[in-house]
Every structure is written in C-alpha cells, then in structure tokens.
C-alpha cells in the first residue's frame, strides 16, 4: 500500500467522526511516525468517543440516585476498637484469626496500580519511583514491596505481587525494578503488567489532540482498566495456578496502607464477601473522597463531585455525617468476581472529568493551556462494587492507612511534607506503644523489613529504649 493509498483508507476511517485532522501533518513525518500514528488510530473505538463527548451512552443519575441511597454496612472502628462484632457480629480477635490463616494458607495476593506520572509533584518519573521515605529516601514502590516481603516473612508464605503500570511508566518501573533487583522480591512472585489507554477530546469540538505530530495523546483509561488487563497478562490464570483467592489492591501513592492487613482480611472472609472496602470516616460534607452508598441493594461509590450538597449534609441524630463512608481506593477482591468481571469489563461505565491537557494546535505548535481545555475518560474500578455478592465496608482511622502523595508542596495537604508527617506519626505511635521514648523533635522512620506494624515494633524494641536522634530503623545486612 502506498503512502497516499494509506493516508486514504485512514480518512475514510476518520471522516464519519470529523476526526480528519489528525491526518494533517502526515506529509511532514517520518516512515516510522506513520506507522505509530496508524497503529494509534487503528486502536480508536471512534464510535464509543463520539458517543461519550455527545452523552448518548448511559451515564448514572448520580443525583437522583443519591436521593434513594443509605449507608453501607460497615464495621466501625468505635466496634473494633471496643472488641465488639458490629453489624457483621464478628470481633477483631476472630477476624484476625480468620485473616491469619488465609495468609498461611497462601491464599493471598497484592495488586498495585503504578500507572501515574510524578508530574504534579515536579518529578519526572513515574510517582511510584518518587523517593517519599523521609530519612531513606525509599521509593513509594520501594516501601510497599518491603511490605509484601515482611507479609511473606510473617506467615511463611511467598505472597505474589501483581503490579499494573501504563504505557507512560511501564518501561521505567521495569527498568528500575532490574537495577534495584526488585527489591529483594522473588522473580516468580513478580508480574508486572501494562494497562490500556484512552484518548482525550477537545473539551469545545470533541476532536482528538495531538500530543504530537505522529502521535495522540493517550492517558492510562483508568483502575477500572485492571481486569481487563489482568486477563490480557495471564495473572489471573497465574493465581489460579498459586491457589491465590483473595487480592488485596491498593494504589501506589499512600505509603501508609497496611498491606495484607489479617483483621481486614478476616471480616472479608466472615462475611463471605466477594468485596470489601477499607474506608475512613470523612470530617467534613464536601471530603474530596468517593462515598460509599448502598443503592437498591447494591453497593456504589459515588464520587464527591456527584453527591449533591444537600445529600452530603444530611446527618444522623447524633449529628454524625449520614454518608460518612470515604473511599481510599483500598479493597479486597475475591478472585471469582474478578473472573466474573470479565464478563462485565465493557460495560464498567466511563467517568468524564475536564482536564489541562497539553497538545498541539492546528499549525502544529506545543499548547500548554492555562485552564481545562480537555476531556478525559477513564473506568474506575470501583464500579466493580454493585457486581460483588455481601460487600462490606471496614472503617480504619485515617492516621493508620492514608496518606496520599498527590499535591505539590504549595497545597494544602497531600504533599511531601504532609505524607513524612504522617509516617512519622504513625512510626512514633508504634514506638512509644512498645514502651519507647522519643525525645522531643526526634523523627524515626521504620522500614517494613526491620517492623511491619505495631505488633511488630513491641517484639523488636525494649521497653524503656530511648530515642535521641532522628534514625531509619532498618533491618541489619544479615537479618
């Protein structure tokens, strides 16, 4: 095929959708441009785009929905910590126990999605790259592997890691994870594996954007895209294999998650879950969190952005928030919903959102653009949620499992800063709970390998051991 017979059967392509222009430096690229940009267009479902910019396909009322909505069922942590069973009649002492022996049974997984760029931290790498350890300078990705070896050391077990990146961060994710010899983890318990993308549309005309000449701009479509990629990668033929029945997911920017958590792990199982969700109570109506909400007996997030003010504010009469369940992106997933899912994976809806997206403008110049100029479309994986059969909700107070890097340091929260703040925090607690004393103003940072939680720190440290210095407590070179 020539070029001009080429360049013709890809505007025959692109015409029905007015998507013509992104034909219009194809006379100044070069062989190999041609063919990525062919291939690019190729993969476009321009039908589905078109009906997603014009709202023809089905889009949840998240209004009206939220109007019908109560609240989920939940193990609170006032229950926990009072050792009672709450709804689900089930005390913290049997749900670690049943937690326990799932873990030693090797039933366990851990999926980590590490598709984003570090580039509203100022980073040029991928985030899960980005050196958050405030005394070590650990990686994110660093820190949650120590997590899954300590899990492993634990209960005796190799507990597998399945980790989704995107095509923006999967060869440097692979490259470092090979110069830093994965951390220590086992070849075999590795599987890292690349998720799909989406283009963006002009927020005014609903046409494609140049990222460059011969290329989109693509972006990961999203955490709802895993299951499919899961199938594509072979991991969840993997877990069959391995005997694995439950994944403990979670998002590679919170260094605090309790990674294969047991307690959380017993109630999923108690309750014969095929879904439950860590959550932390929210402070205030407008948490930018996503709300756990049971509509028509199914379980739903709706995002913050959807839930109308007047949903948002309603209280209980203790004066307790109504919808007080936040997301954090932190789940366990049965592996016969996944596989299930699968059934499902194209009809997971698409969440729009306007975004800054830079690209190139007609004359074929960069544009970085000063306000939304773009919209994005991504699946999240949350809308797995109403599938699941018996999902519970699991309240885990906030200083103990999130503390997202998301922000630059000029925000509020959510940046550098704040996350050493709540590492700190979290490791001195555990500390001065095994009986230590830290002098004031001294900062330790605990690493996974040498203490992987509270229980952990009282089996290592003496009562009565003082700390006068900042330290990074980390396991010796022959431990």
């Known amino acids: 095929m020539t070029l001009t017979e080429q360049k013709q059967e890809l505007t025959a392509q692109l015409e029905p959708f007015g998507q013509q222009h992104l034909l219009d430096f194809w006379d100044e690229i070069s062989d190999s441009g041609r ?11 321009f039908s589905r785009i078109d009906s997603l910019y014009r709202g023809n396909l089905d889009q949840p009322d998240w209004a009206e929905l939220s109007r019908r909505a109560t609240p989920p069922p939940a193990v ?24 326990v022996e799932s873990l030693r049974a090797g039933e366990v997984g851990v999926l980590l999605t590490a598709g ?59 490259q470092f994870l090979e110069e830093n010899n994965r951390f220590g983890l086992d070849e075999s318990d ?46 969840i033929d993997r877990m069959k294999a391995r005997g694995i029945r439950q994944l403990f997911y979670f998002q590679v920017d919170n260094p605090i998650v309790p990674v294969g958590d047991a307690e959380l792990i017993g109630y999923h199982l108690a309750a ?42 309603l209280r209980n009469s203790d004066g307790s928030l109504k919808f007080w369940a936040g997301s ?71 200083q ?25 925090a979290q490791h001195r607690r555990w500390l001065e709970a095994a009986g230590a004393h830290l002098a004031e103003g001294t900062n330790i940072e605990i690493s996974p390998l040498f203490a992987l939680d509270a229980k952990e720190v009282a089996e290592k440290i003496e009562p009565g051991r003082k700390f006068s210095d900042s330290e990074y407590l980390s396991p010796s070179p022959t431990a």
């Open 272 to 313: 014969k879950s095929e879904l439950t969700s860590l959550a932390v109570a929210k402070t205030e109506p407008k948490d930018k969190l996503g709300n756990f909400a049971m509509i028509d007996d199914r379980l739903h997030v709706i995002e913050y952005s959807d839930l109308p003010d007047d949903v948002a504010e």
């Open 76 to 99: 609170r942590t006032a229950e926990r910590e009072q050792g009672t069973g709450g709804e689900l009649g089930v005390t913290p002492d049997e749900a670690r126990r049943r937690g």
């Open 400 to 424: 103990d499992c999130f503390a997202p890097l998301k922000n630059a340091p000029d925000a509020e929260k959510d940046t550098e800063q704040y996350v050493h703040q709540m590492m700190f």
């Open 328 to 398: 954090i992106a932190v789940h366990i997933f049965d592996r016969d919903l996944l596989q299930r899912s699968l059934e499902l994976k194209s009809s997971l809806p698409f969440h729009i959102a306007q975004k800054k997206v830079p690209c190139l403008d007609a004359a074929g110049n960069q544009v970085v653009p000063e306000k939304p100029n773009a919209l994005k479309f991504e699946r999240f994986i949350f809308d797995l949620l109403p599938e699941a059969k018996r999902p519970i909700v699991v309240e885990y107070p906030e």
């Open 190 to 235: 590795l599987l890292v594996f690349c998720q799909g993308t989406m283009p963006a549309v002009d927020i005014e005309t609903g046409k494609l954007l140049l990222a460059e000449k011969d290329g989109l701009f693509l972006s990961p479509d999203g955490h709802g895209g895993t299951v499919a990629a899961l199938k594509a990668s072979g991991a």
């Open 116 to 174: 984003g760029q570090g580039t509203r931290l100022g980073f040029d790498l991928p985030k899960s790259l980005y050196p958050i350890g405030p005394l070590s300078s650990a990686s994110l990705l660093q820190i949650h592997i120590e997590k899954v070896r300590a899990l492993g050391r634990r209960y005796g077990v190799a507990v597998p890691l399945y980790l989704m990146t995107s095509p923006a961060t999967h060869e440097q994710t692979v």
């Open 35 to 45: 063919d990525r940009l062919a291939r690019q267009i190729a993969a476009i479902d």
